[in-house]
T-cell receptor, first 112, second 116 residues
Framework: QKEVEQNSGPLSVPEGAIASLNCTYSDRVSQSFFWYRQYSGKSPELIMS????GDKEDGRFTAQLNKASQYVSLLIRDSQPSDSATYLC????????????FGAGTILRVKS | GAVVSQHPSWVICKSGTSVKIECRSLDFQATTMFWYRQFPKQSLMLMATSNEGSKATYEQGVEKDKFLINHASLTLSTLTVTSAHPEDSSFYIC????????????FGPGTRLTVL
């Protein structure tokens, strides 16, 4: 079983809709969870971090964490064509919790 | 804040030569830096963890003698790909963690290596 799993997509949504991206992880000890956005040919950019169960909102982005279900999600409201990218879920692992394991990423396409 | 730079942004070299990639934290001190490799259409794979003043910790399957890492200061880590071969062609990305803060990793822009 992979440590971090994501649906590879592509996920296609119309402009203005809500995009929902999901991620599951296997390490119950993990305490920190991150969503990165990666445009083609570029390095990842941190969008959201979440450490506690529940929701965390930042502008059009909402991260949701459920540690009991080992599930983390990212909602993008009012999706824009510029949101089209690959979204990487990352989970901290390792003895000191300072390493990240990335999912394979979900390709999001927002159609205008 | 939390800006990480990499140099060069791209490099083309002949098989058998060595290539050095620099990773710098521009506005913060990074006790820990990470080196990743990303092949086309694949996710990031951690190669090694670089701690200032100590030997790097390599992930399983990564040859430490081939991928030399030096973290001589709190703002600079280097990755040297020795005796590069075409299969080493990839996108190499470093990241840094701010000291004393949350463990969010900030990524450099990446270096695209092409070995002919």
């Amino acid at each position: 079983q992979k440590e971090v799993e994501q649906n590879s997509g592509p996920l296609s949504v119309p402009e203005g809709a809500i995009a929902s991206l999901n991620c599951t992880y296997s390490d119950r000890v993990s305490q920190s969870f991150f969503w990165y956005r990666q445009y083609s040919g570029k390095s990842p950019e941190l969008i959201m971090s979440i450490y506690s169960n529940g929701d965390k909102e930042d502008g059009r982005f909402t991260a949701q964490l459920n540690k009991a279900s080992q599930y983390v999600s990212l909602l993008i409201r009012d999706s824009q064509p510029s949101d089209s990218a690959t979204y990487l879920c990352a989970v901290n692992v390792g003895e000191y919790g300072n390493k990240l394991v990335f999912g394979a990423g979900t390709i999001l396409r927002v159609k205008s | 804040g939390a800006v990480v730079s990499q140099h060069p942004s791209w490099v083309i070299c002949k098989s058998g030569t060595s290539v050095k990639i620099e990773c710098r934290s521009l506005d913060f001190q990074a006790t820990t830096m990470f080196w990743y490799r990303q092949f086309p259409k694949q996710s990031l794979m951690l190669m090694a963890t670089s701690n200032e003043g100590s030997k790097a910790t390599y992930e399983q399957g990564v040859e430490k003698d081939k991928f030399l890492i030096n973290h001589a200061s709190l703002t600079l880590s280097t990755l040297t790909v020795t005796s590069a071969h075409p299969e080493d062609s990839s996108f190499y990305i470093c990241s840094a963690v701010t000291s004393g803060g949350p463990i969010e990793q900030f990524f450099g822009p990446g270096t695209r290596l092409t070995v002919l």
